[in-house]
T-cell receptor
Framework: NAGVMQNPRHLVRRRGQEARLRCSPM?????VYWYRQLPEEGLKFMVY????????ESGMPKERFSAEFPKEGPSILRIQQVVRGDSAAYFC????????????FGQGTRLTVV | GQNIDQPTEMTATEGAIVQINCTYQ??????LFWYQQHAGEAPTFLSY????GLEEKGRFSSFLSRSKGYSYLLLKELQMKDSASYLC?????????FGAGTRLTVKP
């Protein structure tokens, strides 16, 4: 859905660098989900946030990955010291509130680690 | 936790009707979603069911039975452009989880 904005659309990083992926939810939406999708595979849940609060991060790898959704500005998914296996499409979706309303996706960020 | 199952692949003929099933187990329930995803693109929202019954939207309909943990997506008058993956997602109290998706191929 055009209302959820993700940037950049494509990101290339060398092994060991940091990747920062941004997601601005639809207007009026205060909750954000992040998912990872490998080629030919389904969407894997990573983290669910509301502003200034992580609700569920059970899908996040224990190391190198972090997410935030500050009071002002977009939600950020941060991957430190990227490795080849981090290459994937990362999608965010937003919804109006916790456990309610339809959720819409952004166009995704395609991360390539070289 | 959640467990969501749907067939991996389906094939149907242009102009026909196809039903994609989804079964789920969840500790809480706050809605079931269907999305369409074409290769290399973002998932697109199709339908949202939170109460039992059938929701119809043009050529697409979605059904939910909460007591059975079961939903289906019905696609009528299939078109070639309907070839895509169809994702079933369930939201419990906390978050939204997806099944692996059903890859639908529509043949002439």
């Amino acid at each position: 859905n055009a209302g959820v904005m993700q940037n950049p659309r494509h990101l290339v990083r060398r092994r060991g660098q940091e990747a920062r992926l941004r997601c601005s939810p639809m207007k009026g939406h205060s909750h954000v989900y992040w998912y990872r999708q490998l080629p030919e595979e389904g969407l894997k849940f990573m983290v669910y946030l509301q502003k200034e609060n992580i609700i569920d991060e059970s899908g996040m790898p224990k190391e190198r990955f972090s997410a935030e959704f500050p009071k002002e500005g977009p939600s950020i998914l941060r991957i430190q010291q990227v490795v080849r296996g981090d290459s994937a499409a990362y999608f965010c979706a937003s919804s109006p509130g916790r456990g309610s309303g339809e959720a819409f996706f952004g166009q995704g960020t395609r991360l390539t680690v070289v | 936790g959640q467990n969501i199952d749907q067939p991996t692949e389906m094939t149907a003929t242009e102009g026909a009707i196809v039903q994609i099933n989804c079964t789920y187990q969840t500790s809480g329930f706050n809605g079931l979603f269907w999305y369409q995803q074409h290769a290399g693109e973002a998932p697109t929202f199709l339908s949202y069911n939170v109460l039992d019954g059938l929701e119809e939207k043009g050529r697409f309909s979605s059904f939910l039975s909460r007591s059975k943990g079961y939903s289906y997506l019905l696609l009528k008058e299939l078109q070639m452009k309907d070839s895509a993956s169809y994702l079933c997602a369930v939201r419990d109290e906390w978050d939204m989880r997806f099944g692996a998706g059903t890859r639908l191929t529509v043949k002439p």
